[in-house]
């Protein structure tokens, strides 16, 4: 087989680059390998001239070498040779000959150096590669070593964290019939009644869909009672009520845990055992990644052991001090409660109060405005009738002045009355120059008076619209009060229509 042909081993490592593409991205060892470089160019003037060029060179270039000399037969390149052109048959100067060998001696001797040279490079390599790689067989080796000691330490540290769990689950029973005795009752229905209102206010419409001190204080009061509802009872009962669950699922994890472990000693050991003559082995190119995508890292899996350690030792805490921390709990919260439910209605009265005030205003506007458009609309009407009053008197000039033309020419004279019938109609003019300027005027006052209007009648329902949520929301938080009906609001809190009722029964009993 001619050298030049892809070995079995060559075709491996180039499948091996497209297989697992990931052996090319990986740092290592960096080696200084022989590059081909080209030969030299001939010179242009004898290009065409050198040998070479026949069939039986380029044939013998595809077989396997012969250390001899003399492999192309003499009458079958002298038959080709004639058999060609004439014109390529032409006699070559001695100048072209000696050229020709030279570039021949040169050609050869720097292809020999190359070839040395690579030769060199490639022998040195062959031999430190494999001790490159004897020690990289070493590492694998140690790396084995570490990893099935890592892991016996840990099945040795998960081992006793069970023994530890197990014996504190039997302990735990008993604490817990306190914790579920302590139910949160006081925050429900002030969150209830906190969404409520802020949805309602959200339907407030342009404008007045403001973010005001009001909604403010309802955000402070939601956040305030979902934090304090989660963080100083819902966790506490939970924890009292989940913490024997808890202890069991950190058994069970502990011990899916050491299985686990105990599986991957197993595999390690028996990888670690595996030699290269060892028979069943076969090449697994696509298993060649720096990071599987179904693999975790080891910081991830040193981590997640850990924590499941730390957890379970954690798990079995003392809970008898629950049930006072809920109690003295209840007593800050109740108060801080009560202070936020005051703040958000005193806030919702000072807003109130301002929005019967703008709507006020934005009322005694829309009828100062009405008021105009009234006033503005007849004088719009007087305007166009004494534009129509100035037909008459023009008329009546214009045929005046037709009318003196029927004076004898002699009599025609540009008299007193001529010029005071001129000036009457160009002060008739003037006059109906002003009226017109002013109905364009009128028209457009009256124009943006009844777009106001519209602006106006909208700014007064907008808050007449604010004024009756704002309301809404103070009946519905009068259910707050600590005398409020507890059975009225029992059925309140079913939502939807049931709020509106509590709301209809109070407007109808106060």
């Avoid at 590669?129 to 070493?138: R, V, Y």
């Avoid at 009001?214 to 979902?226: D, H, I, K, Q, R």
């Avoid at 913490?243 to 595999?267: G, P, Q, T």
Wanted: glycine residues 4%; contains cysteine; aromatic residues 6%.
């Amino acid at each position: 087989m001619p050298q030049t042909t892809p070995g079995r081993s060559l075709g491996l490592w180039k499948t091996l680059r497209e297989r697992a593409s990931e052996v090319v991205e990986l740092e290592k060892k960096k080696w200084e390998t022989s590059k081909f470089e080209p030969e030299p160019a001939p010179p242009e003037d004898i290009e065409d001239k050198l040998p070479g060029i026949s069939p039986m060179a380029k044939k013998l270039s595809r077989k396997k070498s012969i250390s001899t000399v003399g492999n192309i037969g003499i009458a079958e390149l002298a038959s080709w040779y004639q058999a060609q052109p004439k014109d390529t048959q032409k006699k070559y100067s001695p100048d072209d000959w000696f050229k020709c060998q030279n570039y021949l001696r040169e050609l050869a001797s720097s292809r020999a150096h190359q070839a040395d040279k690579a030769r060199q490079i490639s022998t040195r390599n062959r031999v430190q590669g494999q001790a490159h790689l004897d020690i990289k067989q070493t590492e694998v080796h140690e790396a084995f070593q570490q990893r099935i000691s890592v892991l016996k330490s840990y099945y040795a540290l998960l081992q006793e964290s069970l023994g530890n769990v197990n014996r504190e689950i039997n302990g735990l029973a008993s604490s817990l019939a306190d914790c579920k005795a302590f139910m949160n009752s006081r925050f429900g229905w002030p969150i209830t009644v906190n969404k409520t209102c802020q949805q309602w206010r959200d339907e407030r419409l342009g404008i007045e869909n403001v973010r005001d001190i009001v909604e403010e204080s309802l955000e402070a009061e939601g956040n305030m009672l979902t934090s304090v509802k989660g963080d100083s009872f819902d966790t506490l009962v939970a924890e009292a009520d989940a913490l024997l669950d808890v202890m069991k699922s950190k058994a069970a994890l502990l011990a899916a845990d050491i299985a686990r472990k105990d599986k991957a000693i197993n595999v390690d050991v028996t990888m670690n055992q595996m030699k290269k003559s060892q028979r069943g082995m076969s090449l697994h190119l696509p298993e060649i990644k720096q990071a599987p995508e179904d693999a975790i890292e080891t910081e991830e899996w040193l981590e997640a052991t850990q924590n499941l350690i730390t957890d379970s030792n954690d798990a079995y805490k003392d809970a008898a001090d629950l049930r006072a921390k809920m109690k003295e709990n209840q007593t800050l919260c109740n108060a801080l409660v009560k202070q936020h439910e005051e703040e958000v209605n005193e806030a919702l009265k000072i807003h109130l109060e301002e929005l019967h005030n703008a709507r006020e205003l934005a009322s005694s506007l829309a009828r100062e405005n009405k008021y105009n458009i009234q006033e503005t609309d007849a004088e719009i009407v007087k305007i166009k009738e004494k534009l129509d009053d100035q037909q008459d008197p023009l008329k009546l000039g214009t045929t005046r002045l037709r009318g003196r033309r029927q004076r004898d020419e002699v009599e025609r004279t540009r008299d007193e009355v001529h010029a005071a019938l001129v000036q009457e109609a160009a002060e008739i003019h003037g006059v109906s120059d002003a009226l017109t300027l002013e109905l364009e005027t009128a028209v457009a006052n009256y124009q943006h008076l009844r777009k106001l209007e519209g602006i106006l009648e909208e700014d007064f329902a907008l808050k007449t619209k604010s004024i009756k949520i704002d309301e809404k929301c103070l009946k519905l938080r009068a259910y707050l009060a600590d005398d409020a009906d507890p059975q009225r609001i029992k059925m309140m809190q079913r939502g939807g229509s049931w709020i509106n009722w509590g709301i209809r029964w109070q407007e109808q009993n106060q």
